[in-house]
């Protein structure tokens, strides 16, 4: 949050700002779940081996010794430590950070999010397609023996997968209203705001498994139905 509470007692309660900065450290290999998406997380995997008693002894004996010289001496290398370039806005990145962080988010994945990343990234099943229907997607929990369908929505959703709600077209005079989850080449079928830049009739079709992609002639794009 951006504010903090205080509730101190025999005065009226008061909010400061959060200027809070939270370190974990932890022996386990699954500390915690995040999402790919929180720019709050940035894990570092230490792969040292825990010191000795024998080190950690010597250590904090040189940083006491001589009227704490080690501690001092440690404080003037981090104060004068050089930071041009330094952006505190922007998460560090290298090939280590990049790495203990894809496998905390793997980690944090719940059994149906790693079937559904499974099967979009190897192209099974209904997964084949681009687009695919919010029917098809009843039958591939039930199947899968996912559970609800909203298990699989939030899957869908934690992938980068964009759900078209209550699309419509018309279709032999009727007009048909479908939901439609685009799973992969967004750019394709959607501009950046995330609304179809196709006739919602080819999305169907792409679902469908029909061939016929052209846009119908007679049909116009109804996008104040959308």
């Not at 004068?80 to 560090?92: E, I, S």
């Amino acid at each position: 949050p951006n504010t903090i509470s205080i509730n101190e007692k025999g005065i009226k309660q008061y909010d400061l700002s959060n200027v809070c900065s939270v370190m974990m450290s932890s022996n386990s290999m699954r500390p915690m779940k995040t999402a790919r998406e929180d720019r709050r997380t940035l894990p570092i995997h230490c792969r040292e081996k825990e010191m000795s008693e024998e080190q950690s002894s010597a250590l904090w004996k040189w940083y006491k010794a001589k009227n704490e010289e080690g501690l001092k001496l440690v404080y003037y290398e981090l104060v004068h430590r050089d930071l041009t370039g330094f952006n505190p806005a922007v998460r560090p990145r290298n090939e280590a950070i990049e790495a203990a962080l894809e496998k905390l988010v793997a980690d944090s994945r719940t059994n149906t999010e790693e079937q559904v990343f499974e099967d979009i990234d190897t192209e099974v099943g209904i997964f084949s397609k681009d687009v695919v229907s919010h029917h098809d997607l009843m039958d591939y929990a039930r199947d899968k023996r996912l559970g609800a369908i909203a298990n699989v929505s939030e899957a869908l959703h934690a992938y980068g997968a964009v759900k078209l709600s209550r699309l419509q077209y018309r279709n032999a005079g009727q007009v048909k209203r479908r939901t439609l989850w685009v799973v992969r080449n967004h750019d394709r079928y959607l501009n950046e705001d995330g609304n179809p830049v196709v006739h919602p009739k080819q999305l169907a079709n792409i679902a469908d498994n029909i061939a016929d992609l052209t846009p119908p002639e007679d049909d116009p794009f109804l996008e104040d139905l959308l």
